[in-house]
């Protein structure tokens, strides 16, 4: 296979190839703009939007490796634009890899045969699979963490919710004879890392995961080639993880039998043992701390900026999106009073349990001041946003309830 580095080799790769930068509206992405605490000086306070190649201005985190976040106003709508969907990588040299060049090898311990697939092969000699479903970074919001944590200093977009489309992982494990000692399934690997010593970026997933009905080796996105930013030609897609097991640019797939001990595993990507109820990884538990695996309940107002101003007698038009780990969304509340009260919001289309749900609700602005509006997701599985941040080293699960106040004029 021929691979072209196409933006890490040289300082002004992606620079040279951008569009001129515009500064972004203080308003767009700040956090205090959304309604959540101020943040530590240095973190958010710098954005600017940058069109890389393909895509729509973005939030620029970092240019190498690109790390660029969805604008709020492109969370209006349940399915985000390809060309809008953020981008994130941890090494700055990435594959430029031609759909005719490309091959997924099937191996590992715990396979009877290898085999080799083209993208042809997959998709004539499959069936195919489409599922809709947010990819969202476990650090996303990790710029709002109050005390401050290091990392990708990331707001609010660092998500993405679309219809992926490509074959069931498991079929194609079917295919190569999985053995009973199978453990996990491991992916990689197609970045490079510019400093020789950053590990691969290869992941691994419990080996239940990746025989889910719903974990796809997708080509498609929203019914187009995936962008080469978000993983052309394939990547893995497991609806309700977080997406730091969403491989793009997927070159392998191994069925193992021992627990996959690189660092993207044993060291990044994990939370303190038991702060969270989401489910264990059980293969990657350590003493004191465990791999992240699927997303808390979240929510996210879009329709109101902080400070923006009503007139009264009109109503304020709470508008926002939705989602979880894959129970789905059961309600979504709404109080305009610090919280003493909720009430029930309307929810939109149901594209599924992994998907973005849509809420709206219209509240009379009836007088004249400032209103605390807040917005409270619950899921079928009976878990809630919570009132306080769960603080944890890396920054992740970010699920605070937002409170975005307006000024009824
Ligand atoms: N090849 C590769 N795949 C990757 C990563 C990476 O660095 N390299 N990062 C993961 C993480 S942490 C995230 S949040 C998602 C981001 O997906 P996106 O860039 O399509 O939005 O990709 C995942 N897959
Ligand atoms: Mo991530």
């Known amino acids: 296979?021929?691979?072209?580095?196409?933006?890490?080799?040289?300082?002004?790769?992606?620079?040279?190839?951008?569009?001129?930068?515009?500064?972004?509206?203080?308003?767009?992405?700040?956090?205090?703009?959304?309604?959540?605490?101020?943040?530590?000086?240095?973190?958010?306070?710098?954005?600017?939007?940058?069109?890389?190649?393909?895509?729509?201005?973005?939030?620029?985190?970092?240019?190498?490796?690109?790390?660029?976040?969805?604008?709020?106003?492109?969370?209006?709508?349940?399915?985000?634009?390809?060309?809008?969907?953020?981008?994130?990588?941890?090494?700055?040299?990435?594959?430029?890899?031609?759909?005719?060049?490309?091959?997924?090898?099937?191996?590992?311990?715990?396979?009877?045969?290898?085999?080799?697939?083209?993208?042809?092969?997959l998709k004539n000699d499959f069936e195919p699979a489409e599922i809709t479903a947010v990819c969202q970074c476990a650090g996303n919001r990790r710029g709002l963490f109050e005390p401050h944590v290091a990392g990708v200093q990331w707001g609010v977009g660092a998500m993405g919710n679309a219809l992926w489309r490509g074959v069931r992982l498991k079929d194609i494990l079917a295919r190569a004879g999985v053995k009973r000692d199978a453990l996990e399934v491991v992916f990689g690997d197609a970045d490079q890392a510019v400093i020789e010593k950053t590990p691969a970026f290869i992941k691994s997933l419990p080996i239940e995961v990746a025989l889910d009905e719903n974990t796809l080796v997708a080509f498609e996105m929203n019914g187009n080639p995936l962008p080469r930013w978000n993983g052309f030609p394939a990547r893995i897609v497991v609806p309700g993880w977080t997406a730091t097991y969403w491989v793009k640019h997927l070159t392998s797939v191994k069925a193992v039998s021992k627990p996959e001990a690189g660092f993207w595993m044993s060291t990044a990507y994990r939370l303190p043992r038991g702060k969270f109820k989401t489910p264990s990884f059980e293969s990657q538990v350590a003493n004191a701390n465990e791999?992240?695996?699927?997303?808390?309940?979240?929510?996210?107002?879009?329709?109101?900026?902080?400070?923006?101003?009503?007139?009264?007698?009109?109503?304020?038009?709470?508008?926002?999106?939705?989602?979880?780990?894959?129970?789905?969304?059961?309600?979504?509340?709404?109080?305009?009073?610090?919280?003493?009260?909720?009430?029930?919001?309307?929810?939109?289309?149901?594209?599924?349990?992994?998907?973005?749900?849509?809420?709206?609700?219209?509240?009379?602005?009836?007088?004249?001041?400032?209103?605390?509006?807040?917005a409270r997701a619950t899921s079928h599985s009976g878990e809630t946003q919570v009132d306080r941040l769960i603080h944890n080293p890396a920054g992740y699960h970010h699920n605070a309830i937002q409170r975005l106040y307006v000024e009824v004029v």
């Open 1 to 121: 296979m021929r691979r072209k580095l196409f933006a890490g080799a040289a300082g002004a790769g992606i620079l040279a190839m951008s569009k001129p930068l515009r500064v972004l509206a203080v308003e767009d992405g700040n956090s205090a703009a959304l309604g959540f605490a101020r943040i530590p000086e240095g973190a958010l306070v710098e954005q600017h939007l940058y069109a890389l190649p393909g895509k729509v201005p973005l939030i620029r985190k970092t240019s190498r490796p690109p790390n660029f976040e969805t604008p709020l106003e492109y969370f209006r709508s349940a399915i985000t634009p390809n060309d809008a969907f953020f981008v994130r990588y941890h090494l700055a040299g990435i594959s430029e890899i031609k759909a005719s060049d490309w091959t997924l090898k099937v191996g590992g311990d715990s396979v009877e045969r290898e085999l080799e697939f083209t993208l042809k092969q």
């Open 291 to 374: 791999p992240i695996t699927t997303m808390v309940v979240n929510s996210l107002i879009t329709s109101l900026k902080n400070g923006q101003q009503i007139p009264r007698g009109r109503s304020i038009d709470l508008k926002g999106i939705a989602w979880d780990g894959g129970a789905g969304i059961d309600r979504v509340e709404v109080s305009i009073d610090s919280g003493a009260s909720w009430r029930r919001a309307k929810l939109g289309r149901d594209l599924g349990r992994f998907s973005f749900r849509e809420f709206t609700l219209a509240v009379p602005a009836r007088e004249r001041g400032s209103i605390v509006v807040m």
